[in-house]
């Protein structure tokens, strides 16, 4: 089998299993003729038992118009929201803080979200989960 030549990445956040045709998912594959709805269609089957969180997904264009896409976990800032139960993180993270994360929850944090990280290690993992925390107004408890 022939290898087929790649002509682009397209990089988007989706909600699991609701996208739909509408921006941001439409305007980014209709520049590059590609078949929206068959997308939309996979990605919603791919992710339905994620229904809730905001995906990551890196969509693989070919030349000949075809595509493959890979999905990751949520954003760690969106697992931090999701954990504490919060809308946003704080506009000032040092002088008013949003919540706190338990040394438990941030290991849970960063082992869910360990296959996307630039690190295997989970304590290096933790760390980048407490920088993201501490970005966000979230203080972190022992």
């Given amino acids: 089998m022939a290898i087929k030549k790649?002509?682009?990445?397209i990089k988007l956040n989706i909600p699991a299993g609701s996208a739909t045709a509408a921006p941001p998912v439409g305007p980014a594959l209709g520049q590059h003729g590609l078949p929206?709805?068959?997308?939309?269609?996979?990605?919603?089957?791919?992710?339905?038992?994620?229904?809730?969180?905001i995906l990551p997904v890196?969509?693989?264009?070919?030349?000949?118009?075809t595509f493959s896409f890979?999905?990751?976990e949520p954003?760690?800032?969106?697992?931090?929201?999701?954990?504490?139960?919060?809308?946003?993180?704080?506009?000032?993270a040092l002088k008013k803080p949003?919540?706190?994360?338990?040394?438990a929850q941030?290991?849970?944090i960063a082992e869910n979200k360990l296959p996307d990280l630039n690190t295997k290690n989970v304590?290096?993992?933790?760390k980048i989960v407490e920088g993201t925390a501490k970005s966000m107004g979230v203080k972190i408890t022992s």
């Avoid at 929206?36 to 969180?53: D, H, L, P, R, Y």
């Fill in 6 to 9: 790649i002509k682009t990445f």
């Fill in 36 to 53: 929206i709805m068959e997308f939309v269609k996979a990605f919603n089957e791919k992710t339905k038992e994620k229904q809730g969180n």
């Fill in 98 to 103: 949003v919540g706190a994360l338990s040394q």
């Fill in 106 to 108: 941030v290991r849970t």
């Fill in 75 to 92: 954003p760690v800032a969106e697992m931090i929201k999701k954990a504490l139960s919060l809308e946003k993180g704080s506009g000032e």
């Fill in 70 to 72: 890979i999905t990751k």
């Fill in 58 to 65: 890196v969509i693989t264009v070919f030349e000949d118009r």
């Fill in 123 to 126: 304590e290096a993992a933790m």
